[in-house]
């Protein structure tokens, strides 16, 4: 069974950094595009990066270009979401999602993982 | 960026009703339309890709269409677990917009 499940979450200060990490299973891992995708309280969905199973592009919303970088290890199954110079607004449920179809970065996503939070604080 | 406009933002139902959420993108996406289920504290839900494509493991009562740039997730003879948040998503060019989602409410 495919299971993606998501950690690094947690309470930083504005300015500061967080590596989120989603450990892959049940699927060949290299084959797929993998994205981030979050959830800010009382808020709706927001798609934040996503990088593709071929030929590694990366691909970001407005909102974190310049901050945020996805990266995959293939050797490890894992996704990592590198977040740095972190707003109040970037706090949110931060989940981890597969593409459905092979190596485009390209939704729709068919698994995703639990979430893991991020909150942005003094 | 594509703009997604999801109506209505919430909707009071009954057990059994027709539901009809609408999505509609602000240039056009082809059939690059998705739909989702989410409820609270749990993973996203895929349903609908492609626009009319029921994703594996769906119930049948859920269906989608298209018509020019206008998109409709339909659910038929509601279920008491499907009282959730609906949301469309376009996947034809990043950034992958969401729609503001849609509530399903009992009444």
């Known amino acids: 069974d495919v299971e993606l499940l998501e950690s690094g979450g947690g309470l930083e200060q504005p300015g500061g950094s967080l590596r989120l990490s989603c450990a892959a299973s049940g699927f060949t891992f290299s084959s797929y595009g993998m994205s981030w995708v979050r959830q800010a309280p009382g808020k709706g969905l927001e798609w934040v990066s996503s990088i593709s199973g071929g030929d590694g592009g990366t691909y970001y919303a407005d909102s974190v270009k310049g901050r945020f970088t996805i990266s995959r290890d293939n050797s490890k199954n894992t996704v990592y979401l590198q977040m740095n110079s972190l707003r109040a607004e970037d706090t949110a449920i931060y989940f981890c999602?597969?593409?459905?179809?092979?190596?485009?970065?390209?939704?729709?996503?068919?698994?995703w993982g639990q979430g893991t939070l991020v909150t942005v604080s003094p | 960026d594509i703009q997604m406009t999801q109506s209505p933002s919430s909707l009071s139902t009954s057990i059994g009703d027709r539901v009809t959420v609408t999505c509609r993108a602000s240039q056009s996406i082809s059939a690059y339309l998705n739909w989702y289920q989410k409820k609270p504290g749990k993973a996203p839900k895929l349903l609908i890709f492609?626009?009319?494509s029921l994703q594996s493991g769906v119930p049948s009562r859920f269906s989608g269409s298209k018509s020019g740039t206008d998109f409709t997730l339909t659910i038929n003879s509601l279920q008491p677990e499907d009282f959730a948040t609906y949301y469309c998503q376009q996947s034809y060019s990043t950034p992958y917009t969401f729609g503001q989602g849609t509530q399903l409410e009992i009444k």
């Open positions: 999602a597969k593409d459905l179809a092979r190596f485009a970065a390209r939704p729709p996503f068919d698994y």
């Open positions: 492609a626009a009319s």
